[in-house]
């Protein structure tokens, strides 16, 4: 009996070491097979890119360009961001924007060089009336313009868009039928730019209140916007993109809000002098058709048009939330190993602002991006001293009673796997992926597919990479322990592709835009929370 039951027990024993071998070698299995997922959708991304990319774009659009030096162009221009405007740098003035660069890359190839002459837009249409300038971007074309200019074909679609106050009583509606009712029902005041060409329907409206005195001409944009955010206007019509970039800077305290208009996008042309050779519109249209073929063309409209749109969702209030809340989180747990490690004040002060924004830094330095956002935006910092501070308190009144249930538990708390940090910081990765491609685009930095990843990743993972050289940790977790960076490359990757793709496809919307960001927000969310549930650590090297 008592061997019948010894062999029993060791069968029983054998049984549950299989069993427990099996499961673990499921589970290995099953992490195993995620990661392999994982790198097979990297890879499958990656052939994509590289087919869409090398099928559309020219790698060497400088060898299209003309060395010969035909002759000499006058373009008229005003400050219009993001299609003109003028940067100082080092002592030396650089005319930029979507027209510039496009304009400069077309008569380039054309073999012309060009030379700027900045006035109003009435003043730019006079003087090419009188021959006394060659080219005008950015027209819509009208048969009053036909008498004494030639058009090229359309390079681009606006999209109009009503600007009002933000604390308006009233909210202006998309069609122009009901706009013109509260218009009417309002007696609110219009500001317009004078001799501006507007949408046949929008021009309609413009005109019948203008009969009725309600109508305020300025000589720029800039100072239409300003009549609007002085209160001695109600409304203006403008392009979106246009009207958003200039109000950035018009109106920090963002009083003016718009509307996007329910009508057809509009077609711009370059507006010749009648003076010019007929076949330069020839030549210039063929031009732009390589352009457009070779890549050329929406790598500009990409670093110039994205950006402005992406902005307006970067901006709000969401993403600075987010992004200020996940910083102090990450703070907090600076300040944990400060104290653990003994650091004085200042080292404590220095460790928090590392981990929270040592990787803002890092970025801004690797894109040369000037002033960089710490010096910009010092909210942030501002944030850190005060929690510093507060910290060093709170330290010394724990450190007073080591015996005491608070200072046990503040001494054995870990914030890096604590849920309310993991929710937050995944919040915070997910913002700074978007955030690391948008300013790829703004630094017009190419390819976009490998920059967009690349300060994606150094903003989320190189605050925590400094934070463990300082404290002289042994290995860097977050390049060793667990997924982490590695959901931020992946999807600023896929959200890089679809932006260059997208650049190809116009017109474009800005919904479209966002939906891609809001894609992307929530993909590094569910990637990152997935990981951290099934226990997936980062693949071993």
Sequence with gaps: MGQYFDDRVKILLKTNIIKAFFSIWAADMI?????????????????????????????????????????????????????????????????????????????????????????????????LRAGDLDLVPLALETSERLEYAKFSRPYFLLRYAVFYPLKARWKPPQKLDALDGLIDSHNLRIG???????????????????????????????????????????????????????????????????KILDIPHQPVHMMFG?????????????????????????????????????????????????????????????????????????????LASSTALGGVLLRDVTAGRTPNAIVQDPETVLAITLLTLVGFVFFRLVDRWPSSWVSKSVNELDLDKHPLTLFFDTLGLAAFTVVGVVIAMDMQLEPLWLWGPILAAVTNGGGAIIRDIMI??????????????????????????FLTWYSLHPPFQQEVLHAALAITLVGVCLTRWATVYFRIGSLRY
């Design 31 to 127: 992490k195993g097979l995620l990661s392999r997922i994982v790198i097979f959708l990297l890879a499958i991304t990656l052939v994509i890119a590289y087919v869409l990319i090398l099928d559309r774009v020219n790698l060497i659009p400088s060898l299209l360009v003309s060395n010969k030096n035909i002759g000499r162009l006058k373009i008229g221009w005003e400050e219009l961001a993001p299609y003109h405007f003028d940067v100082n740098k080092d002592g030396l003035t650089y005319h930029l924007g979507l027209d510039a660069e496009l304009l400069t890359e077309a008569f380039s190839r054309l073999g012309y060089s060009l030379e700027y002459e900045e006035n109003s837009w009435q003043d730019q249409l006079n003087l």
């Design 192 to 258: 317009i730019t004078e001799d501006y060409a507007y949408p046949a329907g929008l021009q309609s409206l413009i005109t019948h209140y203008e009969t009725k005195g309600l109508v305020i001409k300025s000589k720029s944009e800039v100072s239409t916007l300003n009549l609007l955010i002085h209160g001695q206007v109600d409304l203006v019509f403008t392009d979106e993109v246009e009207g958003a970039h200039l109000l950035q800077a018009l109106d920090p305290n963002k009083t003016i809000v718009h």
């Design 274 to 350: 009648l003076h010019l050779p007929p076949n330069l519109i020839e030549d210039f249209d063929k031009t732009m058709e390589e352009m457009n073929a070779d890549g050329t063309l929406a790598r500009i409209i990409r670093f110039h048009y994205y950006p402005v749109l992406l902005n307006t969702l970067e901006e709000s209030f969401f993403f600075r939330q987010v992004e200020l809340i996940a910083a102090l989180f990450t703070a907090i747990a600076g300040l944990l190993m400060a104290h653990k490690q003994q650091f004085g004040i200042v080292g404590g002060f220095v």
């Design 472 to 497: 002289s940790k042994g290995k860097m977790t977050v390049l060793t322990d667990m997924l982490y960076v590695e959901h931020s490359l992946f999807w600023a990757f896929l959200l890089s592709i």
